[in-house]
């Protein structure tokens, strides 16, 4: 199995990234934020708790979204691997999908990170935010806070892979296809 975790700032590409990537190599999807509104959406007993939280302006703990992660893991036994997109954001989060990982008989191959400079993420977002409907995406302010949230809360996660010698920064900078053969260059040596 070839388990990744797909990292990288608001507006570096993922998604678009983990779209072609689980089509070439077979894999699962899992972003985070789709869980997050399939479980609110179909009103499960986990999205009710994420709603609650939600509601009051908080972010779920950690424990909710690692069950949410588990549940999905699970639902698809005969995966060939994940794409792990927006998970883990904490370190916490990183060693519970280890140790879950593990408790399967498998791990976390690699974290690849899409690395674009912040002034090209901003416009990327600003121009995202014209045709997207996200008002998160069409205020500059908002979209300089969320590249800085990021850098603030993640970092840790860079030092976590780095440290278990599976952190691999790619430039998530160029075309779709350009990107996708330099991500594919990972995932093929993996």
């Given at each position: 199995m070839k388990n990744i975790v797909?990292?990288?700032?608001?507006?570096?590409?993922?998604?678009?990234?983990?779209?072609v990537l689980k089509e070439k190599y077979q894999l699962v999807h899992i972003s985070t934020g789709d869980l997050y509104r399939y479980h609110k959406k179909n009103n499960t007993e986990l999205g009710k708790l994420a709603a609650s939280y939600a509601?009051?302006?908080l972010l779920a703990p950690d424990d909710l979204t690692n069950n949410m992660l588990k549940e999905e893991v699970l639902r698809n036994p005969d995966a060939n691997g994940f794409i792990f997109d927006g998970y883990p954001r904490t370190e916490n989060q990183a060693?519970?999908?280890?140790?879950?990982?593990?408790?399967?008989?498998?791990?976390?191959?690699?974290?690849?990170?899409?690395?674009?400079?912040?002034?090209?993420?901003?416009?990327?977002?600003?121009e995202r935010g014209k045709?997207?409907?996200?008002?998160?995406?069409?205020?500059?302010?908002?979209?300089?806070?969320?590249?800085?949230?990021?850098?603030?809360?993640?970092?840790?996660?860079?030092?976590?892979?780095?440290k278990q010698d599976k952190y691999h920064g790619v430039d998530g900078v160029g075309s779709i296809e350009e990107i996708t053969e330099r991500l594919s260059t990972v995932f093929d040596s993996l």
């Open positions: 797909l990292f990288g700032p608001p507006g570096a590409g993922k998604g678009t990234q983990a779209e509601d009051k302006g060693e519970f999908l280890d140790d879950f990982l593990t408790s399967i008989g498998d791990d976390v191959n690699a974290m690849v990170a899409l690395e674009v400079e912040d002034e090209i993420l901003v416009q990327r977002l600003l045709t997207s409907g996200r008002p998160d995406d069409a205020n500059e302010e908002v979209v300089r806070d969320r590249i800085k949230v990021y850098y603030d809360e993640t970092s840790i996660l860079k030092d976590y892979y780095q």
